[in-house]
């Protein structure tokens, strides 16, 4: 059975039910009524999308019907049939009539979708997940690091070199360091000069902010190697040395999945540790 419906709004559980059911039935004229309807649609549709991801409505089955869901989450059929909507646009779910709303097969799923991807992450990333995006990030980046080293223009440059000065600056937690992490792969995409690639970081960079937050706790003994690495794809971008910004590059990726799949190796032995 799904587990028990989260409420959507602020205050204590069954406050926020009532309130959301009473501002669900109002007529929601004007401006802060509009805004209200599309926030409860929007917490809905996040709090949907999770589960599915999450595997609580798994691919394949179908989800409760209106009345039920209406009812679970306190909400207007309004808010209910726009929050399938854009589960709908995203891939996750179908409706057929006289049958009901079915999840959708995993392979349909939008996962270049910024809140599908956002979802994942929410919902504890599995191995298995992390695996195939570093897969993605092993195709493009060592290409793009190539790119970069043939095009980069001297400001672009300047940006890389800025988001590794800030890795170095808060590599011992005095700053954002899988932020400054972001902004040091995102300036060699938009430095290969090429539209796609800039796109593409833009559509991952939830995903790709989520797997420097794993990779730099699970190298926590080996972080002045990973900043070595770094700066030496800095260095090959500035040096303008294609064939070894791609080299150092796959190398980085290589090692950094590695560090992804030990951090969640060792959060799986301590929940399985704290169960017993």
Same mark, same amino acid.
């Given at each position: 059975m799904p *587990?028990? %419906?989260?409420p959507l709004t602020g205050g204590t559980t069954r406050s926020r039910a009532a309130s959301a059911s009473a501002m669900a039935r109002e007529p929601l004229h004007g401006r802060n009524? =509009? !805004?209200? $309807?599309? =926030?409860?649609?929007?917490?809905? %549709?996040?709090? &949907?999308? +999770?589960? #599915?991801?999450?595997g609580v409505y798994p691919p394949g089955s179908l989800l409760p019907n209106a009345a039920e869901m209406c009812a679970r989450f306190s909400v207007s059929r309004t808010? &209910? *049939?726009?929050?399938?909507? +854009?589960? =709908? !646009?995203? !891939? &996750?779910?179908?409706? +057929?009539?006289? #049958?009901?709303?079915?999840? *959708?097969?995993n392979a349909d799923w939008n996962l270049l979708d910024p809140e599908v991807l956002a979802w994942h992450l929410q919902a504890r990333p599995t $191995?298995?997940?992390?695996?195939?995006?570093?897969v993605l990030r092993q195709m493009v980046e060592p290409a793009a690091a190539a790119l970069a080293a043939s095009s980069a223009l001297p400001a672009t440059i300047e940006r890389i070199a800025d988001a590794y000065s800030r890795m170095d600056r808060f590599k011992n937690g005095a700053g954002d360091l899988s932020g400054a992490d972001l902004d040091?792969?995102?300036? #060699?995409? @938009? !430095?290969? $000069?090429?539209?796609?690639l800039a796109a593409l970081g833009g559509m991952i960079q939830a995903a790709l902010e989520c797997t420097f937050r794993l990779s730099w706790q699970g190298a926590a003994r080996i972080q002045d190697d990973r900043l070595h690495q770094h700066f030496g794809i800095f260095e090959a971008i500035r040096d303008h040395a294609p064939e070894l910004a791609r080299a150092r590059m796959a190398e980085l990726l290589s090692?950094? #999945?590695?560090?992804?799949? $030990?951090? &969640? *190796?060792?959060? @799986?032995a301590a929940g399985s540790a704290s169960e017993r």
């Open positions: *587990r028990a %419906a989260k009524g =509009s !805004a209200f $309807e599309r =926030s409860l649609h929007s917490q809905l %549709a996040g709090q &949907l999308g +999770r589960d #599915i991801v999450a808010a &209910l *049939r726009e929050a399938y909507s +854009r589960l =709908s !646009a995203k !891939a &996750l779910i179908v409706a +057929r009539p006289k #049958i009901g709303t079915r999840v *959708r097969p $191995e298995h997940f992390v695996n195939d995006l570093y040091f792969h995102m300036g #060699i995409l @938009e !430095a290969t $000069e090429n539209p796609f090692d950094s #999945i590695g560090d992804v799949r $030990e951090f &969640l *190796r060792q959060r @799986e």
